[in-house]
Each structure stands twice: as C-alpha cells, then as structure tokens.
C-alpha cells in the first residue's frame, strides 16, 4: 500500500508551476514539472490584477497533466497542495462566485487606505498583536478600499484555489499571518481590530493548519482532471514562503534562530526561523514581520525588494529591442568592479510596473551619484543594493532577535544567481549555501508527504530530507564562487 506521489501547485508572483513529488526519507524528495506557466499582473477593469481565471485554467491543466503522467507511471496521486504570494484575496458570493479578478498588491489603491486604518488603529497597537512588517498593500489596507463587502467572503488565493477545488471555505494559518488581523503569539484571528475597523468576523473563513485536509475534490473537479474523486486537497504552508523556508536544507535542532535565510524570488525574505514572536518597539521601528511558518514557528524576517527590479528591467530593455540572455546580463554585470551606486531596494517607489531603469537611475541621482543607462552597471547596481540589504537585515534580525548566525542559506529562482551569492555572502561575511531553486514545491510536497505519514518528525527531520536530496552551492565570503560542492 504505497503511499503515492503528491502533487504541488506552486504559483509565484512570476510563474506558476504543477509537479509530482516522489518522497524518500533516505535519499530525499525528487520533483518532476510537469506543468509551467507564466504569471504576472495586469491591467482589468482599471486595475492591476491577476488573471485568475486564466491561472485556475494552468492549475487544471497541470493536474491534469500530473494525472496522466502518474498513470503512465502506475502511481497514485496520494493528495495535491497548493501555494501561492501572500497578502491577495478573491471575494466570493453566497453561491461560490468569484465576484472580481483579484487586485494585485501591486494596484496603488491601498495606499489611500493606510492612514485611515492608522487613525482607528495605530501603528504600534496594531504591531503589538500582529506582529507584521508595515507594507502599503497588506490586507487590511487593501480591504480598508473596499466599497462593500456584504454577503461576500474574502478568500486568500491559495485557499480560493482549494475552494473551487473542494468546495471547503477555509484559511490556511502561515497566510493569514500575512493579512494583519491575525493574532501572532495566540495564532487565532485578531477579531477586534475586524471590529474595529468594521469587517465582519467571519469574512475570512475559519483556520486551517498546514497538514489538515480542506476535502475532497468535488466530484466535477474530480473528473475534470481525471483523478479519483476521492483524492484529498491538503493545507501546506499555503504562503509561498513559508513552504520556502521549511525547506531550507540548514542542519538545526529546531531550537529557533540559528540559520538564516534569504528566500530570493520577486521578493527577497530575510530573516531567522524563531519559536516565539518578537513584538517589541525596536523590532517594529526596524519594520520586521512575524509570519507564521509550518509546525506553528515564527517566520522573522523582513520584506525587501527582490529580483522583480531586474525582472521589470528586463522587460523595458525587451520593449525597447534588447533582449540580452540573463546569464550574459549576470556575467557583464560580476565583470563590472564593486563600489558602484547602490538604490534602497525597499523602496516602494519600485513597487509599481512602469520603466525600472530610467526609475533605478532616478533613484541613484538622488544620492548624487550617477548610474549610466547600461543593463549590465543597472543589473550590477541591483545585485549590489540587494546584497547589502541582506546584509543589513541579517545584523538587524541577530540583533532584534538576540541570536548569531553563522550560514546563510539562499533559496528559489535567485539561487541560481552567483553573482548575488557571492555578493551575499561577501556583505554578511557568512558562507552562503545556495539552493534548492525549487524549496517552494519541495515544502509543499513534504507537509502533505508527512499528512499521508509516508514521512515523519518536525521542521529538522524534514529538513534532513531535503538536503539528502538537494544539490547544494557553497559560496565563501571575499572569495569566488569555486566550492561547488554536491552536498
Ligand atoms: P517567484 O516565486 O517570486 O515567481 P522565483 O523564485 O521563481 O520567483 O524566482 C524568479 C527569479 O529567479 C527571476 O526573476 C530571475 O531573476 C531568477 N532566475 C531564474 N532563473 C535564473 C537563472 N538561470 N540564473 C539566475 N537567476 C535566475
Ligand atoms: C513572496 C511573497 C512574500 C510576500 C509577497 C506579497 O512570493 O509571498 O512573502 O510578502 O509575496
């Protein structure tokens, strides 16, 4: 009675994914893509979205897809999870409708909404009991612009995905945590601040921990993919990057704060894994979050800018007929020599999508430097100014959290990035161990592998896993990235 292959819908703020996850406790989890889609917003009705009926579509046909290619394999599909970018909501009526594409947190709107939301709750009661980094467009401010909410249900989009996947309403925790009305030391809903600022208490659905099942596929769903009806959907951390952060392949014994980790995708999250909330003044001054993580840990990290600025710039550089291959783009970038200007990658000057480099560049005139208009010194200067972001908020965190670290790992798209390794590694002075570039997925996969007990342990076993598995890139500060190490 085997227990099966798992499948994982992982969708990032760039691309989406479907995969298999075959799972051995001793040589670790393999995955196999067999669905890839590209993501990313757009302009509708006036606002900046996402598609996600376009992206229900992908999820459908990678299930699909894992369907077949599991029969074809004589596997089981044992249960799929799902995760996806935090902070988002779809309104649902009474009867399941999905009343509006998403808003992206990238729309400007809620910018409006934070000053009122300030005036009925202020910033440190409000960091008090959330523990959450300030961001214009976290949940709250984004609900604050709401016309009218009633008889609707706001579902985060992993869980709107499983909704129409099961017909289950539910929450899952380590996204809720991102929302600003969840409680981070009782890991419940902060009601009272939904009262306060006249959202009704039952607007999100109930919790549901990574583990849990929200159900059964609907029958219709069942057969639309071609999978047994019976085949559970199962929480993971539904956050992408809490799934990122449990599988970050550190040697720890689990006791909080003795790794540290940059989960480098559009965004970059840099932080520490801790047992308990750090909900103090100092902590909120220097603007760190308390996410919820898989197995009830505190995800402590902060939100800076991430490779979406280069992304963004590829794509000016693209409209206007230059399309340079991103490894050479990288490589005229390390020949470039260090010392160049450097922007504040946590700007949110950069969060909307209009013309990164004349913005990059803008940006640096205002230090009084100069930045010539070249993709390789503007990749340079991003890869410059994100590394010393790291490294600033690594001391940060070791100091607000009273721990010392002596690794940084680096995981997702950017881990495939030497260049940003090594300069990480060379502005926190820590050795940085790169990969895997896919630790969303495989998070995903080993939660739900642990649900169908083909695996067991906490955070550290599971960590052991990935690693048995994972090709791994060691990087030394002040040096080059030589010690290519099969780990
Ligand atoms: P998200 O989950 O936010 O969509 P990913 O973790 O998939 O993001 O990371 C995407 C980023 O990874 C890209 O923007 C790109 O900069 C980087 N990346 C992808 N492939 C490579 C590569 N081969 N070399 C260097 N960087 C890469
Ligand atoms: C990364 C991420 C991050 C959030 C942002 C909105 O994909 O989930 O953790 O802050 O998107």
């Given at each position: 009675n085997a227990p099966g292959v798992f499948a994982a819908v992982d969708i990032g703020a760039s691309s989406g994914r479907v995969m298999l996850g075959r799972v051995s406790p001793e040589s670790g989890v393999s995955l196999e893509t067999v669905h890839r889609f590209p993501n990313g917003v757009v302009e509708i009705d006036g606002g900046l979205r996402w598609n996600f009926d376009a992206l229900f579509a992908e999820v459908?046909?990678?299930?699909?897809?894992a369907a077949t290619v599991a029969a074809g394999q004589g596997e089981r599909i044992a249960s799929i999870g799902i995760d996806t970018w935090a902070v988002d909501y779809g309104l649902v009526d009474a009867g399941g409708n999905l009343a509006a594409q998403p808003f992206s947190y990238r729309d400007d709107r809620s910018r409006a909404a934070v000053e009122p939301v300030h005036r009925t709750l202020d910033p440190e009661r409000l960091y008090a009991t959330t523990g959450l980094q300030f961001l214009q467009f976290?949940?709250?401010?984004?609900?604050?612009?709401?016309?009218?909410?009633?008889g609707l249900q706001a579902l985060l989009i992993p869980d709107l995905i499983a909704f129409l996947l099961t017909g289950a309403r539910r929450t899952e925790a380590t996204n809720a945590s991102t929302t600003g009305l969840f409680d981070a030391v009782a890991g419940e809903w902060a009601t009272e601040f939904m009262a306060a600022l006249g959202l009704r208490k039952d607007l999100f659905p109930p919790l549901i921990q990574p583990g849990e099942a929200y159900g059964a596929l609907l029958p219709a769903m069942a057969e639309e993919v071609g999978l047994p009806s019976g085949t559970l959907v199962v929480a993971v951390g539904s956050h992408d990057t809490a799934s990122a952060v449990a599988a970050v392949p550190a040697d720890t014994n689990g006791d909080g704060g003795d790794f540290a980790y940059v989960s480098s995708g559009t965004w970059s999250l840099v932080g520490l894994e801790l047992l308990h909330p750090v909900l103090t003044e100092a902590s909120r001054e220097a603007n760190f979050t308390n996410e919820r993580g898989v197995d009830g840990t505190i995800r402590y990290l902060r939100n800076i800018g991430g490779l979406w600025l280069l992304s963004e710039c590829q794509r000016t550089w693209a409209s206007e007929g230059f399309q340079p291959d991103l490894t050479a783009l990288l490589a005229a970038a390390?020949?470039?020599?260090?010392?160049?200007?450097?922007?504040?990658?946590?700007?949110?000057?950069f969060i909307a999508p209009d013309n990164m480099p004349e913005r990059i560049r803008a940006a640096v005139r205002r230090t009084g430097e100069v930045l010539?208009?070249?993709?390789?010194?503007?990749?340079?200067?991003?890869m410059d100014s994100l590394a010393a972001g790291y490294a600033r908020t690594l001391a940060d965190a070791e100091r607000l959290a009273d721990r010392s670290v002596g690794v940084?790992?680096?995981v997702g798209g950017g881990s495939q990035n030497a260049l940003l390794c090594q300069l990480t590694a060379d502005a926190t002075r820590r050795p940085v161990i790169a990969g895997p570039v896919e630790a969303t997925a495989l998070g995903n996969v080993l939660v739900q592998a642990r649900a169908a007990g083909a695996v067991t342990g906490g955070l550290p076993e599971l960590r052991r896993i990935i690693a048995a598995g994972a090709s791994l890139r060691r990087y030394e500060p002040a040096g080059f990235p030589v010690t290519a190490s099969q780990n």
């Open positions: 459908l046909a990678g299930l699909r897809t976290n949940t709250i401010y984004q609900l604050a612009t709401e016309p009218d909410l009633g390390a020949a470039l020599p260090s010392g160049g200007p450097q922007i504040n990658a946590d700007d949110p000057y010539p208009n070249d993709p390789a010194a503007i990749t340079r200067c991003i940084v790992h680096v």
